[in-house]
């Protein structure tokens, strides 16, 4: 099947009692069983309910995984895959993370006698520096969050299995592309995370997150953990990230254009320093993310010309971009990353990093690119 029909498909074509073309919101938490241990297939919410069971499915399926589990936030699904580990593991992680998955790994995951060294994974010479003989998982983002670098999913997978052996985990955070746009079990991740707050669900109305993966063993293992720690999300939320995912392919396509259009008007503005966005020529991976990604997506960020005052008026003059955290919603929001999104970040690595006071992210939503690019300009003009 094409992504397009895969996505109005996955997961669930009819309930097999009524012919109903969406599954039932099972609000539940418990099941009957006709004697002890006899059951059929369900026993309690936690473990499993027929309203995620089917959701997990289409996550798999747009994935291309075998299995797929969801978790009650995206740092959820990333904290179950944290207790693969064990005390003395080390994990080296991108150094451009989300803040949450950095303060995760820095300020918890740590206390748990975990060692994390964040480097920079689009260079080949870092990541061997980084690899350590207690190396257990490279984790990465790409596009990275919010400087926009590709990382070569394929690259670092074979770097980290032959310095590591194949027991080291590849786990690649998905949430920016959507697995309309990048895959990257097939470019040889072990497992693959989203924040399905973002655009999955695509609504701005649900907080969730998900793992998908190929492994039996390890699929096993999570589900475990799933269970376990019980991060799970509630019915009527997996009823309506599904509903979400049957317009993923027409939203994402309509995210990719209008990060392009907007990206291109920015390049050209005298306002604007400079603009991040990986389908610019302009941008250092822009050949990389042609050949990994099958679009670059609706992320962009710009620096604007002058100082953290001069950014400020930029955000006060807009009125169709909201101030927002968040991104992959239908409706587009603008941000501060070094106030808003990655003020955990330490206040060096963010000057490491380029999140400088002018730096602005976007997520570009669904709207008519005429619309974005007058709004945008209307806020240049106070800069
Ligand atoms: C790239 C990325 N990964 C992970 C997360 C965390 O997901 P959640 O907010 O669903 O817990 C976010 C949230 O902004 C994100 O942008």
Redesign the pocket.
């Known amino acids: 099947m094409k992504k397009e029909t895969l996505a109005v498909h996955a997961g669930f074509e009819q309930d097999a009692a009524t012919g109903a073309v969406m599954p039932p919101i099972y609000q539940v938490s418990t099941y009957a069983q006709s004697a002890p241990g006899e059951h059929l297939g369900y026993e309690y919410s936690r473990t499993d309910n027929p309203t995620r069971t089917p959701l997990q499915d289409a996550i798999a399926e747009l994935e291309s995984a075998k299995h797929g589990l969801v978790f009650s ?6 904290d179950a895959v944290l207790n693969l580990l064990k005390s003395g593991d080390h994990v080296v992680a991108c150094d451009d ?5 950095g303060r995760l790994f820095s300020q918890v995951a740590t206390n748990r006698g975990l060692e994390f060294t964040f480097a920079d994974l689009t260079s080949e010479e870092s990541l061997r520096a980084a690899m350590q003989p207690n190396t257990k998982l490279v984790w990465l ?1 790409s596009p990275t ?1 919010p400087m926009l670098r590709v990382v070569d999913i394929a690259k670092v997978a074979k770097i980290a299995k032959s310095v590591s052996g194949a027991g080291v985990l590849v786990a690649v ?1 998905n ?2 592309m959507s697995p309309m746009l990048q895959q990257p079990l097939g470019l040889g991740a072990d497992i693959v ?6 655009y999955i669900n695509g609504h701005s109305d649900v ?3 998900a793992l998908a993966i190929n492994d039996d063993a390890l699929h096993e293992r999570l589900k475990f953990l799933q269970n376990s720690i019980g991060g799970v999300p509630a019915p009527m939320d997996c009823f309506l990230v599904l509903r979400g995912i049957r317009t993923l392919a027409l939203r994402m396509a309509q995210h990719d254009r209008n990060g392009s259009a907007v990206a291109a008007f920015l390049s050209s503005h005298p306002k604007v320093e400079a603009v991040v966005y990986p389908g610019l020529v302009s941008h250092p991976d822009h050949a990389l993310a042609l050949r990994q990604q099958s679009g670059f997506g609706g992320m962009v960020s710009f620096y604007v010309r002058g100082d953290l005052n001069a950014a400020k008026r930029f955000l006060s003059g807009l009125r169709i971009f909201k101030i927002a ?4 919603g239908v409706e587009s929001l603008i941000e501060h990353p070094a106030i808003m ?1 990655h003020a955990s970040v330490p206040p060096e690595r963010r000057l490491q990093l380029g999140i400088l006071d002018n730096l602005i992210r976007i997520s570009c939503g669904i709207e008519h690119s005429d619309d974005l690019i007058a709004d945008l300009e209307r806020g240049l003009q106070l800069v």
Do not use: C, P
């Open positions: 936030s995206g740092l959820a699904a990333i993370l989300y803040g949450g998955t983002e969050n955070d949430t920016f995370m989203h924040s399905v707050t973002k907080v969730m997150g955290e968040s991104l992959g999104t």
